[in-house]
């Protein structure tokens, strides 16, 4: 069973930085693309970044320039680096794999105040 675990969340003031972790139960490599989530109470869950097993990272407009997502593949580690944070940034941020299924760690709350 694969089990991903989140990491890295809190409360940070606008333009701070925060590095989310996910620490995953299984090889990296197995799973065909990593990803990062968010949502809030108001929105639907989407897309922050994503970054397939080639090596090509895809990002959010919104986030573009300010997050970088990376891999430890000895690690199982999948990261999130966010700086210059924004109050817009505030959500709950998942982890997810894509392989045979997807799969979802349990979130991490980030908050962003002005």
């Known amino acids: 069973q694969v089990h991903l675990v989140e990491s890295g969340g809190g409360l940070v003031q606008a333009g701070g930085s925060l590095r989310l972790s996910c620490e995953m139960s299984t090889s990296i490599s197995t799973f065909n693309a990593m990803s990062w989530y968010r949502q809030t109470p108001r929105k639907q869950r989407e897309l922050v970044a994503d970054i397939a097993r080639s090596g090509k990272e895809i990002y959010a407009a919104s986030v573009k320039g300010r997050f970088t997502i990376s891999t430890d593949n000895a690690k199982n580690t999948v990261y999130l680096q966010m700086n210059n944070l924004k109050p817009e940034d505030t959500a709950v941020y998942y982890c997810?794999?894509?392989?045979?299924?997807?799969?979802w760690g349990q979130g991490t709350q980030v908050t962003v105040s002005p």
């Open positions: 997810a794999a894509d392989g045979t299924q997807f799969y």
